[in-house]
Every structure is written in C-alpha cells, then in structure tokens.
C-alpha cells in the first residue's frame, strides 16, 4: 500500500440528487489532469448488493462495468470524465460490506471476537477502498459518499474517514461538501441556512468541510460567501460557487476558474505534477454549447412509471454517448422520448426525425410500438439505432415482414413458432431458481467483426481500436474465455459491455441472411456457439440502419466517443430533411 495516499471525501448536504457525482467526477479529472493517478469510489450505503435489481425510473440508470457490475449510475459520470475503465469493486454498497463480515464471521476469521458495528464495519470500508486505490495504484482516491449528510446509515462510512485520517495523517485527507442554495421566490433571496445545518450535521461526526461547493441556480454572491465563510469556519475562497449550467462538461473548467485543484493539492500537501492540457476537452464543451448544425432523434423507450427520476436519468449513458458524438462533429442533439406504447395506437407513423434509437429494454410493455417505429425506420430510410433490445426487436421485425416468419422474443411470447430471440440453455437454468441478481451477460465481451461491414469501418479508424485488441488477446490467451483464432493484420477485435439474457437463435441466422439481414459481428465461445453481436442492412440499400446486443454508451467517454454513435450521428446529419 502506499504510504504517501491521500483521500477526498465528497459529501452531500440539504438534499440528494445535488451534482455530488458531477463533482466528484470533476474533481478528479482536474486533479487527473495535474498528473495525479486518481480512482473513484462510489459509495452507497443502500443494503442492495448492487444496483442491479434497482428499478432505473427510481434510482436512475444501471451502469455496467468492463468486469460485469451492474452499479450506480454516478460511476459512469467517472469514466466519461477520466477516461479510464472503472471495476466493480470501486462502488461500495452497505450490502457488499456486511456479506464480507458475516462470511469472515462464520468462517471463523475473528477468532472469537465479537463482531461489531465498530470498529468492523469501517474496517470494512476501510479494506475496500484500500483494495481499489492498490489495484489502480492511486496517489489519490475521490470517495463520494450516496445520500445527504444526517442520514443513519452514512454513519459507519464517516466514521471510516476519520480512521483513514488517523492512519495516513491529517493532511492525507480533505472534506468537501456539496450544498444547495435555495432561491426563494416570494423574497428572491438566496438562503444560506440549509447549508448552515448541514455543515452542522458533519461537525456531529467530528468532521469539518475543508471546501464547500454552493450549489444553486444563480452564481453565489459575495455577501453569501462571507455568511458561510463565518459559520463553517473557512476562508471564502474555499467556498465554490457552481450555479447551473448548460453542460456538465463545463463543471471542471468552471472549478479551475477558482483554481480549486490547486487549492485542494495545497490542502493535501502535494504540488501540481504537470501543467495541465485541456485543449480537446475545451474544444468538445464548446462545441456542446455552439453546435453548427443541429439533428432531431427520436428515441422511442419504455416510459411508464416515472418514480422519483426523470426519464432521462434511466438512459443517460445514451444520452451522453449522442452528446459526446455529437461534440466531436459539432453537431447539436435533440433527442425527443417517444413513448412506444403511444406508438402502438397510430396506424401509421409519420413523425419528422433525422434519426430513430431503440435503447435497451425488458419485457412487454410498448414492445409493439418500438417494432413499429423499427419497421418505419427501414422503409422510409431513416437512420436507426438499435441498442440490445433494439436489435432483438430490429431482428423479430425483419423476421416478420421481410422472412415471412411467425416471429417474436420468447421474452415476450414462449410459445412463438418462430423463437428468432431465444434465451441460451445455461440461462433456463438459472431463471428457474428465481436468481435474478447479476445472471445476465454481463461485463465486456469480444466481437470479431466481419469486413467491409458499416460496423467494421466505424471501428477501424476508432481511437480505441489497439487498446481493445491487445486486451481482447491476452485475456484470450490467458483466460481461454473464448475463441479468437488466429486474428490477421486486418482482422477487427472489439470489447463492448453486455446487460440480457436473450440472444439471436443460431437456429435463424441463416435464413435471415438469405434475405438481406447482415450479421456484422459475433462473439465466438469456447462450446462453439456464435453470438450475434451486430446488424446491418447493406449501405446501398438504407443509409444506417444498424443495431447492436451489446451496449456502446457505456464506453463512450467526451474524449473518445463510441465509434457507432459517431456513425449514427453523422448519419443523421447527412440525412437531415431541413
Ligand atoms: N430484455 C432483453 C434481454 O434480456 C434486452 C436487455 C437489454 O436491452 N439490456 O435480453
């Protein structure tokens, strides 16, 4: 373990849902830029084990790692903004932590102890952190801490911070809270006391905020700073104001604007390692902000029960993915959500898009209106992309309409003829013991893909190509977790994450090809079977018309776009009606 580690904890005062992600991801993409190798920990002290039995329109969307976590979406805020891959273990869950003890218990490990709340618990914490930040080799780890200051069950977790500053020395770690300032509309004033509160709630657990980060719709202004400079006892100019803006990219350069990275490292002892470079992340926020052109997708999805998020919360990988596209071509994006099962009403579609998404999806509500919208997508040559359940449903619709066959998703229907989508016989199994909780495919998964292809020549020129075949040929020399063959110099390897149960049916492949449908990529297991991985229909016959069962938004990161969003995009301009 290093000696010389140093810890930021982000925490959240007020309310939930106040940019605590957005500032975790900032801060360590400035600090990132001064040099410093930074991980990121997410914790949330739910009892869950993850966040993959979460329902998306309650807790926002499921993010999946390389490694096949299925985590709290604020995790995927890390790695558009530091642009590097996040595992599993960096989400730390009260669930995750208490099956590690009671495990340890009944094997006996405390030799006769009594397990406590104190001190095992932090402990706990304390190992996992530690286990993340050793794996990355951390100078530096951001911890955000889920939930609002004063809630029960952050209490182990603060009591952990107060353990790692004993170990690693006072000036190892830094306190910053994240604050919201509300404007109240019959007074028009801006009020510091909620802030106040929470700045006395921390003090409770000996915890005192080095930085606080104001929060609000408007700038903070100097009277207000001074106020919470007075009350929590620190100097104005580590009060932050972060009123709201237009992008999200724009957060970390507005931080700097205070030059909080170098206040931060002064806190923690250390000087800057390097003179930071932000030219291309510069250039993408501006081109978010002053797009040339500007493209309509519709994105036609499950809409039904909105809990406490908004609907854009349960797809924001997507959204992201489009958004950083879009920036690397200075083309805006609007993005319309179409409910589909509004669509399964209208007899015919006609709506004025420039392009057409299917995101990701389960079970039968609105599942007609997304092949519907599929259908219209490929007659009237709309640009179209299909993401894991949109190619499942890309595929029955061509099965349907252009192969003539009875089919369907047996998701959906198990006594179809035509069972085109079909779950894989390891997945029955499973299902059949109701063990819902991480036993999809999940994580990243090699494809090879076929030549010529739309897919192929996105990902040829893809930034990220080299990476992803190195790392596709040592884990399958060293893992044998499935067969690549001997790759030729221009043979295309490619990762992308996974999240269903249900696959193309080998049985259908064949027929579908026959009549047009290209199979533009698959992954190839060691028992021989090929998944299908990517759909096209031929460029001379549709101007993009491609679906995936994997989920590219997931690696798409401002820096380096996913190469099928980029095609989709400009697609999308190159189609657009007016
Ligand atoms: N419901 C489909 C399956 O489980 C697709 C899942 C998804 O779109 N993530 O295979």
Redesign the pocket.
Known sequence: MKKERKFILVAGGVMSGVGKGITTASIGKILQDYGFKISTVKIDPYINYDAGTLRPTEHGEVFVTYDGGEIDQDLGNYERFLNKKISKDNNITTGKVYKTIIKKERAGEYLGKTVQFIPHVPEEIIRRINLVADKEDADIVVIELGGTIGDFENIPYLFAMKSLEKTFGKDSVTYVLVTYLPVLQNVGEMKTKPTQQSVRLLSQNGIYPDFIICRGREELDEPRKKKIEVYANIPTENVISAPDIKTIYRVPLNFEKEDLGKKILEKLNLKPLKKPERKFWIKAVNNIEKPKNKIKIAMVGKYVDIGKYSIADSYISIIEALKHASAKFNIGVEIEMIDSKLLEKNKSLNFNFDGILI?????ASGVEGKIKAIEYARKDKIPFLG????L?LAVVEYSRNICNLKAH?T?INKKIPDSV?DVLPEQIEILKNNNYGAT?RLGEYAAILKKGSIVYELYKTSSRLKKDKSEIESIAKSEQKFRLGKLKKDDIAILERH?????VNPKYTETLEKHGLIFSGYHHRLDNIKLMEFIELPKEKHPFFVATQA?PEFKSTLLKPSPLFEGFVKACLRNKKN
């Open positions: 995101p990701g999806g389960f079970g993401l894991c359940y949109g499942q998703t998701e989508i999809m999240r269903h149960r249900y696959e989920h």
